[in-house]
């Protein structure tokens, strides 16, 4: 049975500043201890942490519900949704893995930045992964390259993990573009990254590859995502979408976008 944390929210101190800043207090043997959201190698060390964090407490159904949209359009267009090879971007501790495999997916490859979230895999979900690798996407190296292409990933997912600085806009489009070039794609992000007076190079990244002829969306949907400390639900869209070819190299760089 996974240990319960003596967590705290401190809802008075968090009411001006955003989202990515928010933090919580870890009661331990040792005292209280400041843990940032994002702060995810140190989440990722203690086991059970995320989950009771923001599955039991903050209620997340970001996993289920973009599994759920993609799973529709895959079959809605008479394609076997367990026989899609899924390339997981920022897969962290395997929560979206565990998603997809329960609704029968054969192949899982996972990729994220930090190797806290590969221990904590190893650790809590052995098994969900065919393979798992700990790379930056935005200088990686060739060998490592191929051995990912090789894997012939027809779809990409990544949940709760753009925007934020949290996955890097060249990243994403590295891992968009070792995908097949005719491939599904899902993933979700703030609703508020939609607007116009966003102009953050990953808000501005994801509206023009979403209006550009390199992918065409499916569906969106935009849903509670989890709540925030003070209980109010923070709202995100899910997308999926068909891949029709590779984004060219010079496609940040022509959209004025800082990589």
């Not at 690798?133 to 190296?141: A, G, I, Q, R, S």
């Not at 116009?196 to 209006?211: A, H, T, V, W, Y």
């Not at 949907?221 to 109010?232: A, F």
Request: glycine share 8%.
């Amino acid at each position: 049975m996974v240990k319960r944390h003596r967590i705290q929210f401190p809802k008075g101190e968090l009411l001006n500043i955003n989202q990515d800043e928010a933090y919580f207090y870890l009661q331990g043997s040792a005292g209280k201890r400041k843990i940032r959201f994002h702060d995810y190698d140190e989440i990722y060390q203690v086991p059970g942490l995320y989950e009771q964090i923001f599955y039991d407490r903050l209620k997340c159904t970001s996993p289920g519900k973009v599994t759920s949209i993609l799973e529709s359009a895959v079959k809605q267009y008479q394609n076997n949704f367990s026989e899609l090879r899924i390339l997981d971007l920022g897969a962290g501790n395997g929560m979206m893995g565990e998603e997809l495999k329960k609704h029968g997916v054969s192949r899982l490859i996972g990729v994220d930045i930090i190797s806290e979230a590969y221990d904590a895999v190893i650790r809590d979900r052995p098994g969900v992964y065919d393979a798992y690798y700990v790379e930056d996407f935005t200088k990686l190296e060739k060998n490592k390259k191929e051995e990912i292409v090789s894997w012939q990933c027809d779809c990409m997912v990544t949940v709760a993990a753009l925007g934020f600085g949290d996955i890097p806009t060249k990243a994403f489009l590295e891992a968009f573009n070792i995908i097949k070039s005719k491939a599904w794609v899902a993933f979700n992000i703030k609703d508020t990254f939609f607007d116009r007076g966003d102009e953050s190079g990953f808000s501005k990244m994801i509206r023009e590859l979403i209006f550009s002829k390199y992918l065409d969306i499916y569906y969106i949907e935009r849903y509670q995502h989890r709540l925030s400390i003070e209980g109010e639900p923070l709202y995100y869209f899910a997308i999926t979408g068909w891949k029709t070819s590779d984004v060219p190299e010079d496609f940040l760089e022509s959209k004025g976008i800082m990589a």
